[in-house]
């Protein structure tokens, strides 16, 4: 048995919400979507994941820096409605105090320098997705960010230089005066 995967053109934003709320349980566990389009800034998918964390998932079929930017606006609106978003999902009743969402965002393409933004320390976590169909069927393909260095160009000098191994890296004696005679 094969199976025919062929890329497919980017749907509505309705029909990839469908795909968004449909594949969720593929890349965050099992999920509970508490809300498929979140009356806040770019209409997240409000759910709780696998951890029982508060989850907000922002896209945007065209625009990454879009789906980033609503997600970080839908990320503080919900946080200041915590308490608000408490009484009216009681899923939430079983959260201790008020965490900060999660926040997962999907873009088509990774801008540059999006890994930097997408650092354990925020929360914020960054996927990208390609929309596809399997066997004449959409389906969506979601993928952790990672960037590739871009390639350099032919005859440029390396943009990273590699430490030599076993040098010594104190100044010389000339090193050191030269500075100094630089110094201001």
């Given at each position: ?151 350099p160009e032919v005859g440029a000098a390396p ?20 500075l100094e005679s630089i110094r201001p």
């Open positions: 048995m094969a199976l025919h995967i062929r890329p497919e053109p980017m749907p509505s934003k309705p029909a990839l919400r469908a795909l968004i709320v449909a594949s969720l349980d593929a890349f965050l566990g099992p999920t509970t979507v508490l809300d498929p389009e979140l009356a806040c800034t770019g209409h997240p998918v409000l759910a709780l994941d696998a951890a029982h964390r508060l989850t907000l998932v922002s896209f945007d079929p065209g625009d990454g820096i879009q789906a980033l930017l609503s997600g970080l606006s839908a990320w503080h609106e919900t946080r200041a409605g915590n308490p608000w978003l408490k009484r009216l999902y009681p899923e939430l009743h079983q959260l201790d105090g008020s965490p900060a969402p999660r926040l997962i965002v999907l873009m088509p393409e990774l801008p540059p320098g999006i890994s930097l933004i997408a650092s354990d320390e925020c929360g914020l976590e960054i996927f990208c997705f390609r929309v596809l169909a399997v066997d004449g069927q959409p389906a969506l393909l979601v993928e952790p960010a990672t960037e590739s260095p871009p390639a943009r990273h230089s590699q430490p030599v191994p076993n040098v010594d890296s104190e100044l010389t004696e000339e090193e050191t005066a030269f």
